[in-house]
């Protein structure tokens, strides 16, 4: 019962920005981990920035310094802010969340972010 709807994709220039939000509901009484992850055609998906119990924000060492993913917990928000965008960075990008009461995981249905001249 768990819905993840995700916002913000769409075309930008290289080095420009886009925010990407991801929005939970359901009945999800405590969340272990959310997060966004991305795939390009041919290419495994990876995670690019995200955070578990621990605390600790893990971000994919191609993103370093250049995104920031951000959660509310209370809201059950996930934000990722892509600043210096390359064309490299193109894929579907999708909100992930796994909640601890089955620890399945949950995942939005996409939202495609392309970075062109």
């Known amino acids: 019962q768990v819905q993840l709807v995700e916002s913000g994709g769409g075309l930008v220039q290289p080095g420009g920005s886009l925010r990407l939000s991801c929005a939970a509901s359901?009945?999800?009484?405590?969340?272990?981990?959310m997060g966004w992850y991305r795939q390009a055609p041919g290419k495994q998906r990876e995670l690019v920035a995200g955070?578990?119990?621990?605390?600790?924000?893990k971000y994919a060492d191609a993103v370093k310094g250049r995104f920031t993913f951000s959660r509310d917990t209370a809201k059950r928000t996930a934000d990722l802010q892509m600043n210096s965008l390359k064309p490299e960075d193109t894929a579907v990008y999708y909100c992930?969340?796994?909640?601890?009461?089955?620890?399945?995981?949950?995942w939005g249905q996409g939202t495609q972010v392309t970075v062109s001249s």
């Open positions: 992930n969340l796994v909640p601890y009461s089955d620890f399945k995981n949950y």
């Open positions: 359901g009945r999800i009484l405590s969340i272990y981990s």
């Open positions: 955070v578990t119990n621990s605390g600790t924000i």
